[in-house]
């Protein structure tokens, strides 16, 4: 499935808010006139001193250490061509976001009005003081080989061009691991390169450093084969000029063992691998579209091994999996340059990684029973959260044993924890949920389908291949506000519950014997019917979808009610109960109840607190549970106090195998170091809590929304907890974004309702 990019969602999306992807964020605090005084004048005076007595300790007392420029003059954009450097900003941008959310390392974008390569050169030379590592992106051939070669002779600070050089690290693991399950050895095999820019050309080099013979790499370009025969050629081709009596692609293919494609798509025909050696490897890497439609080639040759630059084929190449990754490495080590040491140590470990046993968090991420090294498994999926911890070490010893390193690291077990902390494994829960959604898309039910917020978010639905969306309302309104807003709403189902007046009075007879013995009419189910939450429900009730999503625009009791005497509650539970996901960048947390249950009594919280366990166990994540209130563990009478005591000792009773403690105060339950010294008896004590429990409706309420307003953290949610069969009840005013997790939540429900049912 292609993801479908429409251009007023990708504009809207940069320029919503704040414009761009990236800002400043300060490290230290700034609230009081001494802060200021320490941060700037005169306490800055001091870290000066010692920066001009000692240069290095700039990485002591200053962010270079962890500082990486991307540097475009913006002459080679995507597939854009020369575009300028204002056009690929966004593009920067959206490295420097890279480059954060994967390693922690912070990235400004810079991008500069200079095509001469001299003058460019000088330009990023002059800003080493500055940063402590630089990314070259998206500048054209030939002139990008003598930029990264001029810099790296005159700086040292590690220096990449991820173009070349990303591309080659990540398919040369794909290579090493593919030749060794078909039994052949690199030096033996013949290798085609359909391309002959920059990525083309650093693929080759590591294909020649890991042992191809250059007699048996083929190079093409448009022209066709390049050979020594060919007049003109500059000195980066003339560097791969065959001797081989060959001058078509198709030539060269005929018996050749790998084909690299790095060029323009569908240039590959299947006559063209037919006569490729048996147990052809096909590496089709142009994008959006390769040089072969993976199940044309597929289907074409079995025995084939093939990768793509596509997230919606086995083995992507995306240099997602080395980049942030091979900086974080060589900043940690303050490395003097990016080597082919460090570049082929990379390679290696990813290469290394794909053969190790995959954790179920990742296998569930991409809602497969296995993933398993073989033909379609070639090197780790890009949400693998063991990347970090697997090819920076890698990189860093590469640096150490190269000469290249100026901070050695001593202690790995310490830099392997370090490594933990810069991102947090759960950085990526929504990724893994959506992931998992996208393996099994379900049938969700939204009830406000007359809001043009649903409409949008159902077609993003779609177009990422996360549900099935069922718009439930009045088909004139949707067709309305589909042409109002230029949706197409492809792969949605509407339904209008009056073009089917007999499934409308089956749901109403449905209700009336569900409800009849509490005060419910005949009547008041026709009443009850018209609500579409309450349509919805039946819907879900019957199987005819098998999720409901609504709250958007109403309140959530209201929304909640109809789900609850229609769906009822899963076998066992007593109550339902609503759980936020707060996201910021300490990690993520989640709260309980914030939405159901006003004022719960002591055995009322024990329900909640399973019910919260469970849910946090749904994001494949341990649950440690603080049970808030204002007094740590019986300092403080009260009635609060008290419940809260007496639920956590029936709580620990119920859930023995249940990380729990309480009474506590929320700065308590995070604070490790004070639990250590004051409550070492606490279960929080070792890592600190990251599910709490609020003894009211009240106080997790209010607790989430100022997190949100003023604390600067994303909450997702409400997620109910406890009902039988999927029901997610939106926060009114949701974003489009908020309402498709929503929806994928809700899917990922669906399936392990199925598995049990």
């Not at 009840?729 to 939540?745: E, H, T």
Request: proline share 5%.
């Amino acid at each position: 499935m292609s993801l479908k990019i429409r251009r007023d969602e990708a504009l809207q999306y940069h320029q919503q808010g704040q414009p761009g992807k990236i800002e400043v964020v300060p490290t230290k605090t700034l609230s009081t006139q001494h802060d200021l005084a320490l941060a700037y004048s005169p306490g800055v005076a001091e870290p000066c001193k010692e920066i001009a007595a000692n240069k290095e300790d700039v990485y002591k007392y200053t962010s270079k250490g962890n500082l990486v420029a991307v540097i475009s003059n913006g002459t080679a954009v995507l597939g854009l061509g020369n575009i300028g450097p204002e056009a690929a900003k966004p593009v920067m941008e959206g490295k420097a976001v890279l480059f954060k959310k994967y390693a922690g390392i912070d990235s400004f974008d810079i991008e500069i009005d200079e095509q001469d390569p001299d003058a460019f050169v000088k330009i990023v030379k002059a800003l080493e003081p500055t940063f402590g590592g630089i990314n070259l992106e998206d500048i054209k051939a030939p002139e990008c080989f003598k930029i990264e070669m001029d810099l790296r002779e005159k700086m040292n600070i590690p220096i990449m061009h991820d173009d070349q050089h990303g591309t080659a690290i990540i398919s040369s693991a794909a290579l090493l691991n593919a030749l060794e399950l078909i039994g052949k050895k690199i030096e033996k095999i013949t290798l085609v390169v359909n391309g002959a820019g920059a990525a083309a050309v650093s693929c080759s080099r590591m294909y020649l450093a890991l042992g191809l013979r250059p007699e048996n790499l083929i190079m093409c370009d448009s022209k066709g084969v390049i050979t020594h025969q060919r007049e003109g050629l500059d000195p980066t081709k003339a560097e791969f000029a065959t001797s081989r009596k060959v001058s078509t692609l198709q030539e060269a293919l005929k018996g050749a063992d790998v084909f690299v494609g790095l060029s323009v798509a569908d240039i590959l025909k299947p006559e063209d691998i037919l006569q490729m050696a048996n147990d052809p490897i096909v590496f089709a890497l142009a994008n959006p579209n390769p040089e072969i439609d993976y199940h044309l080639a597929r289907k074409t040759r079995p025995d084939l091994i093939m990768a793509t630059g596509r997230s919606d084929h086995p083995n992507q190449v995306n240099n997602v999996l080395g980049f942030p990754y091979i900086f974080r490495g060589a900043l940690d080590v303050r490395a003097t340059e990016i080597n082919e040491a460090m570049k082929l140590a990379a390679a290696h470990a990813l290469a290394a990684l794909a053969k190790e046993p995959v954790p179920d968090i990742v296998i569930q991420a991409y809602g497969t029973d296995k993933l398993q090294f073989g033909r379609e498994y070639l090197i780790p999926k890009p949400l693998d959260p063991r990347l970090i911890t697997t090819v920076s070490p890698a990189v860093a010893r590469a640096a150490m044993e190269s000469g290249m390193a100026k901070q050695p690291i001593t202690d790995w077990a310490n830099y392997h924890q370090e490594l933990l902390k810069r991102i947090g494994l759960d950085q990526k829960l929504t990724s893994r949920i959506t992931e998992l959604a996208k393996m099994d898309p379900k049938r969700v039910v939204f009830a406000e389908a007359d809001h043009v917020k649903i409409l949008k978010a159902a077609q993003a639905l779609v177009d990422e291949g996360i549900a099935h969306p069922i718009l439930l309302g009045e088909r004139a309104q949707i067709e309305r506000l589909k042409k109002e807003h230029q949706l197409e709403l492809n792969g949605c189902t509407v339904v209008d519950p009056s073009e089917d007046q007999a499934l409308s009075k089956q749901f109403e007879e449905q209700y009336y014997i569900k409800r009849q013995r509490k005060g419910v009419s005949r009547h008041d189910a026709k009443r009850m019917l018209r609500d579409r939450n309450a349509y919805g429900a039946m819907m879900v009730e019957n199987g005819l979808a098998d999720a409901l999503v609504s709250g958007l625009t109403r309140d959530y009791s209201k929304t909640i009610l109809p789900a609850l005497q229609i769906i009822g509650t899963a076998p066992g539970v007593k109550r339902v109960a609503g759980m936020y996901i707060i996201i910021n960048k300490k990690g993520n947390f989640f709260f309980a109840d914030c939405t159901v249950n006003v004022d719960p009594t002591a055995e009322e919280l024990v329900d909640i607190i399973g019910l919260t366990a469970r849910g946090v166990k749904f994001f494949d994540i341990e649950p440690r549970v603080a049970v808030l209130s204002y007094s740590n563990f019986g300092s403080s009478k009260g009635d609060i106090p008290d419940k809260v005591r007496k639920a956590v000792h029936l709580a620990k009773e119920k859930y023995p195998q249940l990380i729990i403690d309480g009474d506590i105060q929320a700065n308590v339950a995070f604070d490790t170091e004070l639990q250590r010294e004051m409550y070492p008896f606490s279960a929080l004590a070792k890592e600190g809590a990251n599910t709490l429990v609020f003894p009211s409706l009240a106080s997790g309420n209010i607790a989430y929304k100022l997190l949100m307003e003023i604390g600067g953290a994303e909450a997702i949610g409400p997620i109910l907890l406890g009902m039988k069969k999927p029901v997610q009840v939106l926060q009114l005013g949701s974003s489009i974004r908020d309402i498709v997790n929503m929806a994928a939540i809700a899917v990922v429900g669906a399936q392990i309702y199925d598995r049990n049912h």
